[in-house]
């Protein structure tokens, strides 16, 4: 079956610091892949997406790069932000599928 | 609406006692999902509704958990004879397509069973 699996956190940087959180995936054909992000009291937010082999997706200065050759779609983003600090969960979507698979979440918080 | 909207935002429920969770959707999104948050864990998929096809019930952990949904409109969940396990955030989301692309969550209703 399809599944996610992200680095353990929880993660805490300080403010301007380079972010990697690490997402690796097993599914059979072609996935789409996602970084959901839950801001404290809020419901989950699409971050970024990627739908297709080396497709990049980008929003709000994250990174993620679709990965076939190491099933992976890493979530980078150069300088944090205090504002960033909230919890990201990797995903994807089979082709033939409808659902999306959820990683277990990071929890990331940036400190000032 | 604008959003997806679930209610209530939280409910405290006695062990035994049935609970119905309630998700509106994105008017014009023919795709519900139901996924279930347990503290410091990921989503798990509980069960997907599209248009007025047969639902995808293979993510309900028990016959307890049941949903319905009517057409493209509101969708309910309910729980019968609640567990303390049971505790959890239920969120719902809506979907325009049925794969993946751009699904909008609700806040979620947080359940706990004393």
């Known amino acids: 079956g399809n599944s996610v699996t992200q680095m353990e956190g929880p993660v805490t940087l300080s403010e301007e610091a380079f972010l990697t959180i690490n997402c690796t995936y097993t599914a059979t054909g072609y996935p789409s892949l996602f970084w959901y992000v839950q801001y404290p009291g809020e419901g989950l937010q699409l971050l970024l997406k990627a739908t297709k082999a080396d497709d990049k997706g980008s929003n709000k200065g994250f990174e993620a790069t679709y990965r076939k050759e190491t099933t992976s779609f890493h979530l980078e983003k150069g300088s944090v932000q205090v504002s960033d600090s909230a919890v990201y969960f990797c995903a994807l979507s089979a082709a033939s599928g409808s659902r999306l698979t959820f990683g277990e979440g990071t929890q990331l918080t940036v400190n000032p | 609406g604008a959003g997806v909207s679930q209610s209530p935002s939280n409910k405290v429920t006695e062990k035994g006692k049935d609970v119905e969770l309630r998700c509106d959707p994105i008017?014009?999104?023919?795709?519900l999902y139901w996924y279930r948050q347990r503290l410091g864990q990921g989503l798990e998929f509980l069960i997907y509704f599209q248009g007025n096809s047969a639902p995808d019930k293979s993510g309900l952990p028990s016959d307890r958990f049941s949903a319905e949904r009517t057409g493209e409109s509101v969708s309910t969940l309910t729980i019968q004879r609640t567990q303390q396990e049971d505790s959890a955030v239920y969120l719902c989301?809506?979907?325009?397509?049925?794969f993946g692309y751009g699904y909008t969550f609700g806040s979620g209703t947080r359940l706990t069973v004393v």
């Open positions: 008017s014009g999104h023919t795709a």
């Open positions: 989301a809506s979907s325009a397509q049925p």
